[in-house]
């Protein structure tokens, strides 16, 4: 983008953008795919309603077309009254502002909604200036926060490149933990439990014999083998943890059938059953390089059957499918003895009211510290032994 670029626009709606447009900015490099910023799944959640001014999402998305006229850049946003379904938790902000007689909401919020995954934010097409348009669309997103009277513009998720644009542009970062698991080449599970200290190795395998013992058969689901049906069992699933966990899931029976329907390719659903019935399923997107762990749930309980349909599953794709990394989603420190290993993500906030931007820079100044030693220490806490490889098969 060699000239001054075109003033940014807002669109009320995914189904206000051509698609062809907004795939082009998405994924402009096909091997790092990410399903999640693609049109078809960010329409998928508005036409279904699970994100909508209903819910408390108000699609306001920022575009940036260039000389040519056709989009060259965009940052998926929504005003929104709540904190609900972002996993990046700033209740005790809304608190404070409550506290001194401010109002919180309406907040901007810069993400793909429900989803912890991180990965480009502001999407830019490959011919395009990246740094420029993150500029622009930054300045545009900080104007619409004046404009609508938000108290501030909030970034989730966004991959570490474009987070130290952010903080160059004076966006105050911060930092929390996911664990993935790394592909290190393996050519099968067992090559992975290899890499593993004996005891924590056998304690996996005893997990995943454990998790099977009632006589559960796992299927993996992808593409146009997954019918409406399986998506009834996966959704009753869905509910049951949904409401156990948040009180009101997030999502809705339709936004599946439409993520079915636009994306079955990027969908793996990892379905347990027993005595031909199925009791427990999680469903995964399939990225470029690497498998992205959403939902899971259940209609029975069984021993470690979590772990198995979550987990080791996920392993296992990934290694047949020679994907670089599994990403687990939020939360769970109990992942890091399964072989998944800390990762930092981050984010990036503007707010309006310079007494609560110090305030909460100065938190977060000390929550970044929190958050490396708390790393340090995690890192301790994985099942990979030292040396490699055993020389020798134990008994297990």
Same mark, same amino acid.
């Given at each position: 983008?060699?000239?001054?670029?075109?003033?940014?626009?807002?669109?009320?709606?995914?189904?206000?953008?051509?698609? /062809?447009?907004?795939?082009?900015?998405?994924?402009?490099?096909?091997?790092?795919?990410?399903?999640? !910023?693609?049109? /078809?799944?960010?329409?998928?959640?508005?036409?279904?309603?699970?994100?909508?001014?209903?819910?408390?999402?108000?699609?306001?998305?920022?575009?940036?077309?260039?000389?040519?006229?056709?989009?060259?850049?965009?940052?998926?946003?929504?005003?929104?009254?709540?904190?609900?379904?972002?996993?990046?938790?700033?209740?005790?902000?809304?608190?404070?502002?409550?506290?001194?007689?401010?109002?919180?909401?309406?907040?901007?919020?810069?993400?793909?909604? !429900?989803?912890? !995954?991180?990965?480009?934010?502001?999407?830019?097409?490959?011919?395009?200036?990246?740094?420029?348009?993150?500029?622009?669309?930054?300045?545009?997103?900080?104007?619409?926060?004046?404009?609508?009277?938000?108290?501030?513009?909030?970034?989730?998720?966004?991959?570490?490149?474009?987070?130290?644009?952010?903080?160059?542009?004076?966006?105050?970062?911060?930092?929390?933990?996911?664990?993935?698991?790394?592909?290190?080449?393996?050519?099968?599970?067992?090559?992975?439990?290899?890499?593993?200290?004996?005891?924590?190795?056998?304690?996996?395998?005893?997990?995943?014999?454990?998790?099977? %013992?009632?006589?559960?058969?796992?299927?993996?689901?992808?593409? %146009?083998?997954?019918?409406?049906?399986?998506?009834?069992?996966?959704?009753?699933?869905?509910?049951?943890?949904?409401?156990?966990?948040?009180?009101?899931?997030?999502?809705?029976?339709?936004?599946?059938?439409?993520?079915?329907?636009?994306? /079955? *390719?990027?969908?793996?659903?990892?379905?347990?059953?027993?005595?031909?019935?199925?009791?427990?399923?999680?469903?995964?997107?399939?990225?470029?390089?690497?498998?992205?762990?959403?939902?899971?749930?259940?209609?029975?309980?069984?021993?470690?059957?979590?772990?198995?349909?979550?987990?080791?599953?996920?392993?296992?794709? %990934?290694?047949?499918?020679?994907?670089?990394?599994?990403? %687990?989603?939020?939360?769970?420190?109990?992942?890091?003895?399964?072989?998944?290993?800390?990762? !930092?993500?981050?984010?990036?906030?503007?707010?309006?009211?310079? *007494?609560?931007?110090?305030?909460?820079?100065?938190?977060?100044?000390?929550?970044?510290?929190?958050?490396?030693?708390?790393?340090?220490?995690?890192?301790?806490?994985?099942?990979?032994? *030292?040396?490699?490889?055993?020389?020798? *098969?134990?008994?297990?």
């Amino acid at each position: 983008m060699s000239e001054e670029p075109a003033q940014v626009t807002v669109a009320g709606g995914m189904g206000d953008i051509d698609p /062809a447009e907004w795939d082009a900015i998405a994924n402009p490099d096909p091997e790092a795919y990410d399903p999640f !910023v693609t049109h /078809a799944f960010l329409l998928a959640l508005e036409e279904s309603g699970s994100i909508s001014p209903h819910t408390g999402w108000l699609p306001r998305h920022l575009l940036l077309h260039g000389p040519d006229g056709k989009l060259a850049a965009a940052l998926p946003c929504y005003l929104k009254n709540h904190s609900m379904g972002e996993f990046v938790f700033d209740h005790g902000w809304a608190d404070a502002y409550e506290r001194s007689g401010l109002d919180y909401y309406p907040k901007l919020l810069c993400a793909v909604p !429900v989803t912890p !995954v991180p990965g480009r934010r502001f999407l830019v097409r490959a011919d395009t200036d990246a740094a420029l348009a993150q500029q622009t669309l930054t300045a545009a997103a900080i104007e619409l926060t004046r404009q609508t009277k938000s108290s501030s513009l909030h970034i989730t998720f966004i991959e570490p490149q474009q987070a130290e644009r952010s903080a160059a542009q004076g966006l105050l970062q911060r930092t929390g933990h996911q664990y993935h698991f790394a592909n290190a080449g393996y050519g099968s599970f067992d090559g992975f439990l290899a890499t593993l200290a004996s005891r924590k190795r056998k304690n996996l395998k005893r997990e995943r014999r454990d998790a099977l %013992a009632a006589g559960i058969s796992i299927e993996w689901l992808t593409g %146009a083998d997954i019918t409406e049906a399986h998506w009834d069992a996966f959704f009753a699933f869905y509910m049951d943890t949904g409401g156990r966990k948040w009180g009101a899931p997030y999502l809705n029976r339709k936004f599946f059938s439409l993520l079915g329907a636009a994306q /079955a *390719k990027d969908c793996l659903l990892v379905m347990a059953k027993r005595e031909g019935r199925s009791i427990a399923g999680a469903l995964n997107m399939i990225g470029g390089e690497a498998l992205y762990g959403r939902y899971w749930g259940c209609i029975e309980h069984h021993p470690f059957l979590h772990f198995e349909v979550c987990y080791y599953q996920a392993i296992d794709f %990934a290694i047949a499918h020679k994907l670089r990394r599994v990403e %687990a989603g939020a939360g769970g420190e109990h992942k890091l003895v399964r072989g998944y290993e800390p990762m !930092v993500t981050h984010s990036a906030h503007w707010i309006a009211s310079a *007494k609560f931007r110090r305030a909460i820079a100065d938190y977060l100044e000390r929550e970044r510290e929190h958050v490396e030693r708390q790393g340090e220490a995690m890192a301790g806490m994985t099942p990979f032994r *030292k040396g490699g490889p055993p020389k020798e *098969k134990d008994e297990d």
